[in-house]
């Protein structure tokens, strides 16, 4: 009987929602016709009457006062609206409207799977935009006492935002230090330098971490006996310590040439730390972690040095050095060697080594990154950007191979929209962060800053992505409910764009936020009702008069209709209804 008569009310419910949402212009025209029929009983004629001559009887003062509350009023909505776009993206009204109205127009099914339906793809969703929104160590990022200090030293700018050093001292505390440190002093020393906030007191930290290695060797002979008797009981081990010199050459050194001298100090004590714990990472959990540490240790070191080379303008050497380090440690793949190297061969021209690594790195399986697939669509814009001209190419259509260099650029742009209008020189660049966010405004920044160079080597490739670009965006869905060759651009790239790049610099934004209609609406309203009050109060009588002619005007074609009802229709019939 329950399941009766709720069935029942379902089927009421869908009946009235039916009807409001297909008939509602009959209802309109039967509520109006009701209304005229009725006009006598109701006595509207009179009521009518009494509020005209109420409104002749009312002072210009009041029509100032009413337009001039309402231009207020729709002054605190408009500044509300904007309030809540600027922080939740949505218009308030637009929201309530939504959740409130919609389900009593039917806009919304109400059963229960459609609603778990929801919930798991809200959840997919949600899940897809946090793992979209991990935020990556820049596999090119500069040197903080060459290249970042100097930048400030020079314009007095940070070009390093908080959050983005405090995500590299996590990286540093993760890669170079291990549970075993509190063993050796000068790792114990170097393990609360990397947690320093102020880059002096790391700094000197380092210092402090060398002396006492200087210290040891000064007593070498006397200290010996005790270094082996102890490495037996508890693993203390006096060694020299590789990381301090990684952070002098970091942040210390003001050049690149001697940040390539400490690091080369470095690679000859994170050599002799990896090739002892490789020999006794078996021996328990303890040394496993300490050589994994050193591991970490030996591949930044290296990186580093490559680095040096490639800025120095050993760009042959810096190619053998990643080569060498991607064979020996193939299975590293956090510090993306792969771009320093894309980058390297692009500088040597070397596009068939590039299309090698392409080939290696630009799987489905694998992660994507502006490197690879602008990288990807420069090879391919390559071979047609020489001889192309889009007035031909409307003329004749585009050839095989233009068709596949404009897919490629659509591909890169879809990845990473932000990329073009760098590499076309329309938004200024600055140096690119320690950290970036694959598809955003970071990402982008850090591929235009070392690869814009490679794009203008090659001819006619820059005209080609001006030509080609934007008609990515006619092919992704709007509105970006699902992307077209990866997954829907995120919608949290914006916020952590802002966290990672520093506050002089206007950060893109994809997709553009359109104002919503009641933002534009309370804005027309507000200034409209505010110019009414203006000229109410300063041409009361010519105000009236355009309102009495504006009143009549308006109401001329209701009372048209209404004349020509009553003189079709017969009076007889009119009298019998009214008496109803």
């Given at each position: 009987m329950?399941?009766?008569s709720?069935?029942?009310?379902?089927?009421?419910?869908?009946?009235i929602v039916?009807?409001?949402t297909?008939?509602?212009?009959l209802w309109?025209f039967?509520?109006?016709?009701?209304?005229?029929?009725?006009r006598?009983p109701?006595?509207?004629?009179?009521n009518l009457?009494t509020v005209?001559?109420f409104l002749n009887t009312?002072?210009?003062k009041?029509y100032?006062?009413?337009t001039g509350?309402?231009?207020?009023?729709s002054g605190l909505?408009l500044i509300f609206?904007?309030?809540?776009?600027?922080?939740?993206g949505t218009s308030?009204?637009?929201?309530?409207?939504v959740?409130h109205l919609r389900?009593l127009?039917?806009g919304v099914d109400?059963?229960a799977p459609s609603?778990?339906?929801?919930?798991?793809?809200?959840?997919?969703?949600?899940?897809q935009?946090?793992s979209e929104?991990?935020?990556?160590?820049?596999?090119l990022?500069l040197?903080?006492?060459a290249e970042?200090?100097?930048?400030?030293?020079?314009?007095?700018?940070?070009?390093?935002?908080?959050?983005?050093m405090n995500?590299?001292?996590?990286?540093?505390?993760?890669f170079?230090?291990?549970?075993t440190?509190h063993?050796?002093?000068?790792?114990a020393?170097m393990?609360?330098?990397w947690?320093?906030r102020?880059?002096?007191?790391?700094?000197s930290?380092?210092h402090?971490a060398?002396?006492?290695?200087?210290?040891f060797y000064?007593?070498?002979?006397?200290?010996?006996?005790?270094?082996?008797k102890?490495?037996t009981?508890?693993?203390?081990n006096?060694t020299?310590?590789?990381?301090a010199?990684i952070?002098?050459?970091?942040?210390?050194a003001t050049t690149?040439?001697e940040?390539?001298?400490?690091?080369?100090?470095a690679?000859?004590?994170g050599?002799?730390c990896?090739?002892?714990?490789?020999?006794?990472?078996?021996?328990g959990?303890q040394?496993e972690?300490?050589?994994?540490r050193?591991?970490?240790?030996?591949?930044y070191i290296?990186?580093?040095?490559a680095m040096?080379?490639?800025k120095?303008?050993r760009t042959?050497?810096?190619?053998?050095?990643?080569r060498?380090?991607?064979?020996?440690?193939?299975?590293?793949?956090?510090?993306?060697?792969?771009?320093?190297?894309?980058?390297a061969?692009?500088?040597l021209q070397a596009?068939?080594?590039?299309?090698?690594?392409l080939?290696?790195?630009d799987?489905?399986?694998l992660?994507?990154s502006?490197?690879?697939c602008?990288?990807?669509?420069?090879?391919?814009a390559?071979?047609?950007s020489d001889?192309?001209s889009?007035?031909?190419?409307?003329?004749?259509g585009?050839?095989t191979?233009?068709?596949?260099?404009?897919e490629?650029?659509?591909?890169?742009?879809?990845?990473n929209?932000?990329v073009?209008?760098?590499?076309?020189?329309?938004?200024?660049?600055?140096?690119?962060?320690?950290?970036?966010?694959?598809?955003g405004?970071?990402e982008?920044?850090a591929?235009?800053?070392?690869?814009?160079?490679?794009?203008k080597?090659?001819?006619g490739?820059?005209?080609?992505?001006?030509c080609?670009?934007?008609?990515t965006?006619?092919?992704?869905?709007?509105p970006?409910?699902?992307?077209h060759l990866f997954?829907?651009?995120?919608?949290c790239t914006e916020?952590?764009?802002?966290?990672?790049?520093p506050?002089?610099?206007?950060?893109?934004?994809y997709?553009?936020?359109e104002?919503p209609?009641?933002?534009?609406?309370t804005?027309g309203l507000?200034?409209f009702?505010?110019?009414l009050a203006?000229?109410?109060h300063?041409?009361?009588e010519?105000?009236?008069?355009f309102?009495?002619?504006?009143l009549?005007t308006l109401?001329?074609p209701?009372?048209f209709?209404?004349?020509?009802v009553?003189?079709i229709?017969?009076?007889?019939l009119?009298?019998?209804?009214?008496r109803?």
């Open positions: 329950a399941e009766a709720g069935s029942l009310l379902e089927q009421l419910k869908s009946c039916w009807s409001w297909y008939l509602w212009t309109f039967l509520m109006l016709f009701l209304v005229y029929i009725l006598v109701l006595k509207i004629n009179d009457s005209s001559m009312l002072t210009p009041f100032v006062a009413l509350t309402s231009s207020l009023i909505i609206e904007w309030w809540y776009f600027r922080k939740y308030f009204i637009e929201q309530v409207s959740s389900p127009l039917g109400s059963t609603n778990s339906t929801s919930n798991n793809g809200d959840t997919d969703s949600n899940r935009s946090v929104c991990k935020v990556w160590r820049n596999p990022n040197f903080r006492g970042y200090n100097r930048y400030t030293w020079v314009t007095g700018r940070e070009p390093l935002t908080y959050y983005d995500l590299s001292a996590q990286d540093h505390q993760t170079f230090t291990c549970e440190d063993l050796r002093p000068a790792d020393i393990q609360k330098a947690r320093e102020n880059p002096q007191a790391r700094i930290a380092a402090e060398l002396e006492l290695n200087e210290i000064h007593w070498r002979p006397l200290l010996q006996p005790l270094q082996a102890r490495r009981q508890n693993g203390i006096f020299i310590c590789a990381t010199y952070l002098l050459a970091e942040e210390e690149i040439v940040a390539e001298r400490l690091f080369k100090q690679l000859k004590a050599e002799v990896y090739r002892r714990s490789q020999q006794l990472q078996h021996h959990a040394y972690a300490q050589h994994r050193d591991t970490n240790v030996l591949v290296k990186r580093r040095l040096c080379s490639r120095l303008g042959r050497e810096a190619v053998k050095m990643m060498d380090l991607m064979k020996e440690f193939p299975l590293l793949s956090m510090f993306n060697i792969h771009e320093n190297l894309l980058e061969l692009l500088e596009y068939a080594d590039v299309q090698a690594v080939a290696k790195y799987d489905i399986s992660p994507k502006a490197t690879i602008y990288t990807a669509a420069l090879l391919k390559r071979a047609v001889k192309f889009p007035e031909a190419a409307s003329r004749r585009l050839s191979a233009e068709m596949n260099a404009v490629a650029i659509h591909r890169a742009v879809e990845f929209p932000h073009p209008k760098y590499l076309l020189e329309m938004k200024s660049l600055i140096l690119p962060p320690e950290h970036i966010l694959k598809r405004d970071s982008a920044i591929y235009a800053f070392f690869h814009l160079q490679h794009w080597r090659v001819e490739a820059l005209n080609l992505l001006h080609t670009w934007e008609g965006f006619r092919m992704i869905p709007y970006l409910e699902k992307g997954y829907p651009y995120p919608i916020t952590a764009d802002r966290e990672l790049l506050s002089f610099h206007e950060v893109s934004v997709p553009k936020k104002l209609f009641f933002i534009l609406f804005a507000c200034s009702t505010a110019m203006l000229l109410t300063q041409f009361p010519l105000m009236g008069v309102a009495k002619a504006f009549s109401f001329a209701l009372n209709v209404m004349e020509k009553e003189s229709l017969p009076s007889s009119w009298h019998q209804l009214t109803i």
